[in-house]
């Protein structure tokens, strides 16, 4: 069974820093693009940064130099470090992965809550 489970998330003040990380599991030949996105209440799900497994990354232009996406391809895990965060970056953030088993395929995490409080 394939898993993407995501960790970090929690509440942090206006201004702090988080880091989730997102970590792959199961019969898994290999990952190809790795990406962020997250919810807020009431919205769209949209992208926050993605990343080939080269190490190509594009971020959501509103969200340049405050995050940084990276992957540990030895270990399957890819990180978001958030810094200056601001009150509108509460939301939900997902894990999503392009996966091999048996062919490619689209996986999802099930989401870790980030907060920040002004």
């Known amino acids: 069974q394939v898993q993407l489970v995501e960790s970090g998330g929690g509440l942090v003040q206006a201004g702090g820093s988080l880091r989730l990380s997102c970590a792959a599991s199961?019969?898994?030949?290999?990952?190809?693009?790795m990406a962020w996105y997250r919810q807020a209440p009431g919205e769209q799900r949209e992208l926050v940064a993605s990343?080939?497994?080269?190490?190509?990354?594009h971020y959501a232009d509103s969200l340049k130099g405050r995050f940084t996406i990276s992957r540990d391809n030895a270990r399957n895990t890819l990180y978001l470090q958030m810094n200056s965060l601001k009150p509108e970056d509460t939301a939900i953030y997902y894990c999503?992965?392009?996966?091999?088993?048996?062919?490619?395929?689209?996986?999802w995490g099930q989401g870790t809550q980030v907060t920040v409080s002004s």
């Open positions: 199961g019969r898994i030949l290999r990952i190809g693009t």
């Open positions: 999503n992965a392009d996966l091999l088993l048996l062919t490619w395929s689209t996986y």
């Open positions: 990343i080939t497994n080269a190490g190509s990354t």
